[in-house]
C-alpha cells in the first residue's frame, strides 16, 4: 500500500504527546460563582431622573451638615451593572455606585447595587394589559402620594382618583388630594365626596400662597400625579422656582391638557423633603392589584361587604353593598366607583368622566 502523500512530499506518522490531549470541560468543571464583589468603596446616590437606560443620581458628601452637604452634592450620570439583571432602577431609587462618580461631562458610573425600598407605586396602561409583566414602575421610595386635579378645565374626573387612591393604599402611600383652579368652580362637592374616606385635602390658587401645601410636602418623599391639563407644571414651577417644567393649556375642543413632562424627575423643595413629578396620566391600570385591595380602597363600602354571599364579585344581584348603600351607610357614587372599577378588571372600560 502506497504511503499518503502531500504534493511530492510522503506524510509522517504524527507523534502524540500529552499536549495534543484536548479534554472537553464537563459539566461543574468550571462551576459558574455567585459571590459578587462586596463594592465596599461604592458610593450612594438617589436616582433623580431616568432616560434610555441613564440613571443621573445626586450624590452627597457623607459627613457635614445639611445645608453643607447640599452645597457639595454633586450629579452623577450612570448605567446599570449588568450584575443587576433584569432588576429594574426607576426614580427615588437609593443605589450604589462605582467607577467615575466625579461627576464631570462624559464620565459615566455603573450602578451596583439597589437598596431595599420602602414602597414602590405602580400601573399598568390599562387593566387588561399584560404585553410586558402588566406592573409598571412609577416611583420608588415615596411616602405621599400627591393627586394634582383641576376643579374645572378639565373638569375633575371622580373615577380617576379613585383609581389612583387605590394605588395609593396598595403601595401603602399617603394620599393628599390637591384641588387646583378654585377660581373657576367651588371644591365643597368633591371635598364632600372624600371627606368620608378621610383623604385630607389642601386648595391651591394661582398664583396664591402655597404655604399649607409646604407643610404636607416638607420632610417627605412626595410623588405628584395627575392627567393632563391639571397644573401639575405649574405647580411644580412654583414649588422649585428652578425647576423650569413645561407648562401646556387645555385644548378647548377635546378638554384635555398636553402631555408636557415626558418622564419622571425628583426636585428637591428648598425647605428640605423631594417632590417627584409625573408625566400627565390619562388612564391609570389597576391590572396588578387584587380584588381584596380594590375594595380596601373604599373603606367606607368594606363594612358593607360583611353579609355578601360566599364568593361575591360585588357587582351582580345578591351583593350587600346595595342594601348598606341604600340604607345611607356610604354615597351611592362611591359604590359606582367601586364596581366600575372591579368591571374594567373584567375587560370592561372605565369611562373617566366624572
Not at 453643607?68 to 443587576?84: F, P, T, Y
Not at 368620608?196 to 407643610?215: C, I, K, N, T
Not at 412654583?238 to 424627575?265: I, K, M
Not at 353579609?307 to 346595595?322: E, I, M, Q, V, Y
Request: with cysteine; net charge neutral.
Amino acid at each position: 500500500m502506497a504511503p499518503r502523500t502531500h504534493g511530492s512530499r510522503p506524510l509522517k506518522k504524527r507523534q502524540y504527546d500529552e499536549e495534543d490531549v484536548r479534554v472537553r470541560p464537563g459539566k461543574g468543571s468550571r462551576p459558574r460563582t455567585r459571590i459578587r464583589p462586596a463594592h465596599e468603596d461604592a458610593v450612594e446616590g438617589f436616582v433623580v431622573a431616568v432616560d434610555r437606560g441613564r440613571y443621573t443620581t445626586l450624590v452627597q458628601p457623607e459627613k457635614g451638615s445639611a445645608a453643607r452637604r447640599r452645597q457639595g452634592a454633586r450629579l452623577v450620570v450612570a448605567m446599570k451593572a449588568r450584575e443587576l439583571g433584569r432588576k429594574g432602577v426607576v426614580v427615588g431609587d437609593r443605589v450604589a455606585l462605582v467607577g467615575d462618580v466625579s461627576g464631570r461631562p462624559d464620565t459615566l458610573a455603573r450602578v451596583v447595587r439597589v437598596e431595599p425600598r420602602t414602597s414602590m407605586l405602580r400601573r399598568s396602561a390599562d387593566d387588561t394589559d399584560d404585553t410586558d409583566g402588566i406592573e409598571r414602575p412609577v416611583v420608588a421610595n415615596a411616602d405621599q402620594l400627591v393627586i394634582v386635579t383641576a376643579l374645572a378645565d378639565p373638569l375633575p374626573r371622580p373615577r380617576m382618583i379613585d383609581r389612583i387612591l387605590v394605588a395609593a393604599f396598595d403601595a401603602e402611600i399617603d394620599p393628599l388630594l390637591c384641588l387646583t383652579k378654585p377660581d373657576l368652580a367651588p371644591p365643597d362637592e368633591l371635598v364632600a365626596l372624600y371627606e368620608p374616606l378621610g383623604v385630607p385635602h389642601v386648595v391651591v390658587h394661582r398664583g396664591g400662597a402655597l404655604d399649607e401645601l409646604r407643610d404636607h410636602l416638607r420632610g417627605r418623599i412626595s410623588v405628584l400625579v395627575g392627567h393632563s391639563g391639571v397644573g401639575k407644571s405649574t405647580l411644580v414651577n412654583a414649588l422649585v422656582p428652578d425647576a423650569n417644567r413645561a407648562v401646556s393649556q387645555v385644548n378647548a375642543v377635546t378638554g384635555r391638557g398636553r402631555h408636557t413632562s415626558t418622564s419622571a424627575v425628583a426636585l428637591e423643595l428648598p425647605d428640605g423633603g423631594w417632590i417627584i413629578d409625573t408625566p400627565g396620566v390619562r388612564s391609570f391600570g389597576l391590572a396588578h392589584v387584587s380584588v381584596e385591595t380594590v375594595l380596601a380602597g373604599f373603606p367606607d363600602l368594606v363594612e358593607g361587604t360583611v353579609p355578601c354571599p360566599k364568593g361575591c364579585t360585588h357587582l351582580s344581584d345578591g351583593c350587600a353593598l346595595d342594601a348598606w348603600v341604600t340604607d345611607g351607610h356610604a354615597d351611592p357614587a362611591r359604590l359606582e366607583s367601586l364596581r366600575r372599577l372591579l368591571s374594567s378588571r373584567e375587560g370592561a372600560p372605565d369611562d373617566p368622566t366624572p
